[in-house]
């Protein structure tokens, strides 16, 4: 019997992609102005580049690589990256600060007397609060965090746990992040959003300018292990910041020879993909209460400043249902005999779920065809979070929740 695929994808049709914005955005001395940075915060280390070369000949290609961000500065995901450093360019510029400021001197009693107290303030799914309220607590100003009501209590407890005050929005995602915006310039706070609007975009900018030291540490370490580059980099995407960071690195750094990216999506919260299917060349949003286990990608708006990067450059556009995700943390959390173990939470570990239906699903084969996956591939995921809500996390793991319904399993007995 031939089953549907669940997974949905769009090809991007884009014949020459202009890379002026990519090059503007993503140049490596950008990226190593951003990596100078976090490279003075105490404690902060390189995240590793896990190798799985048992899964790789598993499933016949050359390698399969994660970066894992579950243990960046012990904050559990990779956002960190991206609110710390906007937090330091905005300081700068309150500062009018020409030269770099270090670490030590944003944190001296001097330079908080000159900016006096800030709050500074966010919309979040989880992760980027959490980021936000970490730094402003080692920065030593106050943090404001608005999350939806569908945030889990482990998720609204790790953003307390660094001194910020959470207060719950009725709605999703997105009704969070334009009521902050409201409160915020009633209340004169300093508003860092991942996510861009008309008239902001500076910040989020800088958002995904933090992030590329996440890409600038990969290629330092695939140089290691003598590859030049991956040639796949399969990408999450909420309102897809990360991915048009991740994917305009890349262009940055090798035009045409850039990796082929797939930007993946919950099928609930697919904003970029039907973008891309609407076609006229616009970002678009989409309703609903957005439910998906992935909670970071539980975006319906893409963010404008990554829109024209990723409709641009990236290779297609790949929707899933969440038992892909949970697919993809059982196999990070039972790897292979030699292969590291990886605690990948939902909007980490769904590239990989992606990628094991891609190459073994039937009715798949187009996709396969297109991505041209083989012996050769270097493929790299981005583990963006690992288990930020234990419960869920175990419940998946430990108890099978959200199952591959029998007629999509890719491993037959025997
Ligand atoms: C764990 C995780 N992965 C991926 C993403 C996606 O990032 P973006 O919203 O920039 O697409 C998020 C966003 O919050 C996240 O928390």
Redesign the pocket.
């Known amino acids: 019997m031939n089953i549907r695929p669940d997974l949905k994808w769009i090809f991007n049709q884009t014949k020459d992609p202009d890379l002026t914005l990519c090059r503007q955005l993503f140049s490596p001395e950008i990226a190593r102005n951003a990596r100078r940075f976090h490279r003075q915060i105490p404690e902060f280390k390189m995240s590793p580049l896990l190798a799985l070369p048992n899964l790789a000949q598993m499933f016949g290609v050359g390698g399969i690589w994660v970066k894992d961000e579950s243990v960046r500065l012990q904050l559990n995901?990779f956002?960190v990256l991206g609110g710390s450093y906007a937090v330091y360019r905005y300081l700068k510029s309150l500062l009018n600060a020409n030269e770099e400021l270090t670490y030590a001197e944003l944190t001296s009693a001097e330079i908080r007397q000159k900016l006096g107290k800030i709050t500074f303030a966010t919309a979040t799914?989880?992760?980027?609060g959490r980021g936000i309220a970490w730094a402003a607590q080692k920065l030593g100003h106050d943090c404001i965090v608005y999350v939806h009501a569908e945030t889990s209590k482990p998720r609204i407890d790790a953003i307390r746990s660094y001194g910020a005050t959470v207060k719950i929005i009725a709605g999703n995602y997105d009704d969070a992040v334009r009521q902050i915006v409201v409160d915020a310039k009633n209340n004169g706070w300093a508003v860092i959003s991942?996510?861009s609007w008309d008239g902001y975009t500076e910040i989020p900018i800088w958002i995904m300018q933090g992030y590329t030291t996440m890409m600038a540490e990969i290629q330092e370490q695939f140089a290691g292990q003598g590859i030049t580059r991956p040639t796949h980099v399969f990408v999450?995407?909420?309102?897809?910041?990360?991915?048009a960071s991740v994917i305009g690195y890349y262009h940055a750094l090798f035009s045409a020879d850039a990796p082929r990216c797939i930007v993946v999506e919950p099928e609930t919260a697919d904003c970029l993909y039907q973008s891309v299917a609407i076609g006229d060349g616009n970002p678009h949003s989409i309703e609903g209460d957005l439910d998906t286990i992935m909670a970071?990608?539980a975006?319906g708006e893409p963010?404008p400043v990554a829109w024209p990067i990723l409709k641009q450059t990236a290779c297609c556009f790949v929707t899933c249902p969440d038992y892909v995700a949970a697919k993809g943390m059982r196999i990070y959390a039972t790897p292979l005999a030699g292969d590291p173990f990886v605690v990948s939470?939902e909007?980490?570990a769904v590239t990989l779920g992606a990628l094991v239906s891609i190459l073994r699903e039937n009715g798949l084969s187009e996709l396969r065809d297109y991505l041209r996956i083989n012996q050769d591939s270097q493929i790299l995921f981005i583990n963006?979070?690992g288990n930020t809500d234990p419960a869920h996390f175990r419940q998946i793991i430990w108890e099978g929740s959200n199952p591959v319904p029998r007629e999509h399993w890719t491993d037959s007995a025997g």
Not at 125 to 128: E, F, K, L, R
Not at 236 to 243: C, D, P, R, T
């Open positions: 995901s956002k799914d989880g992760n980027h991942d996510t999450q995407a909420g309102v897809g910041a990360l991915a970071g990608l975006c963010s939470g909007s980490g963006t979070e």
